[in-house]
């Protein structure tokens, strides 16, 4: 028996996995599919996203950005700048592979799963019924994204919201650019999005509301309209995960991170950090769970929690539910943040964006966002 199986291979899985390696537990990983993969996603990681990451990943920065455009409406736009980055450019599927080979390299094992059909919480094991076989862990980690499977079986009370991205590329010879643009032009709650990465423009369409089909409508006109081009790239969308601040995304042995507790930000869309971070926070919760003292015979449980031990105990391990909501309480605060940001802007965005075009506004932002800090840090000075 493994102690902590992990679905879901993406940010959040493999931040998990990291973090729990590296104290002496073993993960199994399991992804519906194989690894190189596409996933929809710009691939814009945020200096405090950077900041995150247990491996160096600047191998994989196609560009740096240091300018944001914002255009509230056509002809009156502004710029943001920051002396340093203030969001660098990966290609996703690259990220992607490159975790999941750091956390192999680890030890965890990797698999490929077709179906999850079940999941039982039993007394002193979790049972994981895929389509073709029984696996059995101490713990689980539900790290399958917006549409997470492990949610819907283990937390059917847990409704998490969803927002939709839609991304594209534009092949270009040689990228003038180096400044993102966001353009809340666009009709409804969202915005169009430019960023600039080396040999070709990522361009894509967020929305807190929509039909997918009519939004790729609404990113092949506004292709058109920019750059004179329909000959989109790679078109691929996707919902985000969002509103999970309002649960408790852990129940028992089994705890939810990243899009599949609801952990994205409904303000741009921003996912990767929260992704990080709570499934380093999951991980965190597990080992906290398993420390000296958690037993009930008070006998103790070593720090690395070896399957033997747990094999071999008349115990289940124990819960790290509580931990875990501990662990996530400032996560949820932010994402609280960013919600009520969402809805300031996207109900008065020419309101919100004449404040943000205000030099003493967006400087003060520009900074805390090169700085690393989330939006909680920057208003609440934390
Ligand atoms: C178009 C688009 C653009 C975006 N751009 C950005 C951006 O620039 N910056 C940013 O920070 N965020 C961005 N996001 C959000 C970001 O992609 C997500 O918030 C982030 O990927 C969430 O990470 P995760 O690990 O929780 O889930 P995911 O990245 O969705 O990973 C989930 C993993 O679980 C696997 N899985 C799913 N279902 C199952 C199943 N049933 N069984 C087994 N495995 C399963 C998937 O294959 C995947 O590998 C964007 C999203 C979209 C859609």
């Known amino acids: 028996m493994v102690d902590v199986v992990i679905i879901g291979a993406g940010p959040a899985g493999t931040a998990a996995a ?10 199994q990983l399991l992804d519906k599919y194989a690894f190189p993969k596409k996933k929809a996603c710009a691939g814009g990681i945020t200096p405090k996203a950077l900041a995150l990451f247990r491996y160096d990943i ?11 455009k914002i255009c509230p409406q056509p002809g009156r736009a502004f710029v943001i700048q920051n002396k340093n980055p203030l969001c660098h450019m990966v290609q996703r599927w690259e990220l992607d592979l490159f975790s999941l080979n750091m956390v192999q390299r680890k030890g965890a094992q990797f698999q490929v799963v077709k ?23 101490c713990y689980l980690i539900g790290a399958d994204g917006a549409n997470s499977i492990v949610r819907r079986l283990t937390h059917p009370f847990c409704r998490v919201n969803r927002s939709l991205a839609l991304e594209a590329d534009i092949r270009v010879d040689h990228s003038e650019r180096h400044s993102m643009e966001f353009d809340f032009s666009m009709p409804g709650r969202g915005y169009f999005w430019i960023f600039p990465k080396g040999n070709h423009l990522n361009i894509g369409i967020y929305s807190t509301t929509g039909h997918p089909a009519l939004k790729q409508r609404q990113l092949v006109e506004y292709a058109q309209k920019r750059f004179g081009t ?16 309002a649960h408790c995304p852990g129940s028992g042995r089994v705890l939810l991170s990243g899009d599949a507790a609801g952990f994205g930000e409904n303000l741009l869309g921003e996912g990767i950090y929260f992704a990080l971070k709570s499934g380093q926070a999951a991980a965190r919760a597990i080992v906290s769970a398993c420390t000296p003292g958690a037993f009930p015979d008070n006998s103790g449980f070593p720090d690395n929690v070896a399957s033997s031990v747990i094999d071999s105990s008349p115990y289940a391990a124990p819960f790290p539910g509580a931990a875990y909501d501990r662990e996530i309480k400032k996560i949820r605060t932010d994402l609280r943040l960013y919600h009520l ?9 020419s309101f919100s964006l004449k404040l943000l075009s205000l030099p003493f506004f967006h400087k003060k932002f520009a900074q805390g966002y090169a700085d690393g800090k989330t939006l909680g840090q920057m208003l609440l000075c934390r």
């Open 18 to 27: 990291f973090d729990l390696l590296s104290r002496g537990f073993s993960v």
């Open 115 to 137: 179906k999850i059909v079940s999941i039982e919480e039993k007394k002193l094991h979790i049972e994981i019924r895929t389509s073709d076989q029984l696996i059995k862990s």
């Open 58 to 68: 600047s191998s994989l920065i196609r560009q740096e950005c240091r300018s944001i």
């Open 230 to 245: 329909d000959r989109l790239q790679a078109v691929k969308g996707y919902p985000i995960g969002v509103g999970g601040y």
């Open 341 to 349: 940001s969402a809805k300031c802007l996207y109900s008065f965005p």
